[in-house]
């Protein structure tokens, strides 16, 4: 188990017509500020003036900002960590749906070049058939004159 140390700081400014209080949270090891916020109070027309009351709202509204946004900022990275390690287990499984499926169908499904073409076009095919060691499109033949034409003998 770990032990961090916080500190807060408060100060409040305040004269007859409103009061504002800021509060800042600090970690203890690097003394720099975590959060700050404020609250404050307004007096009204016909409310009597009391520095005390006045006081204690507005530094209750820092800190109970503080407390909301230190709830929220822990909700975010539950969320945060809960959705990383669900894409963690959702990769883990399609990693192993994908050597199941390879261990299962070893066999691969070759597509005539001509429906690569279709499905994906040109550039598609010619990988295709490059990976497959053989040369797309193939050579039409012209007729009886053609020097590809098998049977034409030399």
Not at 17 to 39: H, Q, W
Not at 41 to 55: C, F, N, W
Not at 77 to 96: D, F, G, M, P, S
Not at 131 to 140: A, I, K, L, N
């Given at each position: ?7 807060a700081?408060i ?45 204690d709202?507005?530094?209750g509204?820092?800190?109970s ?6 709830q929220?900022?822990?909700?975010n ?56 060691g053989?040369?797309?499109?193939t ?16």
């Amino acid at each position: 188990m770990s032990k961090r140390i916080f500190v807060a700081g408060i100060e409040v400014l305040s004269d007859r017509n409103a009061t504002v209080a800021y509060v800042s949270l600090f970690d203890e090891k690097p003394k720099l500020p975590m959060i700050r916020v404020t609250g404050s109070t307004k007096r009204e027309p016909g409310d009597v003036y009391d520095e005390a009351i006045a006081m204690d709202l507005a530094v209750g509204r820092a800190l109970s900002k503080l407390g909301r946004k230190l709830q929220r900022r822990g909700t975010n990275n539950v969320t945060a960590a809960t959705q990383e390690q669900n894409k963690t287990r959702v990769l883990a499984a399609i990693r192993k749906t994908q050597r199941r499926v390879r261990v299962e169908h070893p066999e691969r499904v070759l597509l005539p070049l001509d429906d690569i073409k279709n499905l994906y076009g040109k550039k598609a095919a010619r990988r295709a058939a490059s990976r497959r060691g053989v040369s797309w499109p193939t050579p039409q033949l012209r007729g009886p004159g053609d020097p590809a034409d098998p049977s034409r003998k030399s």
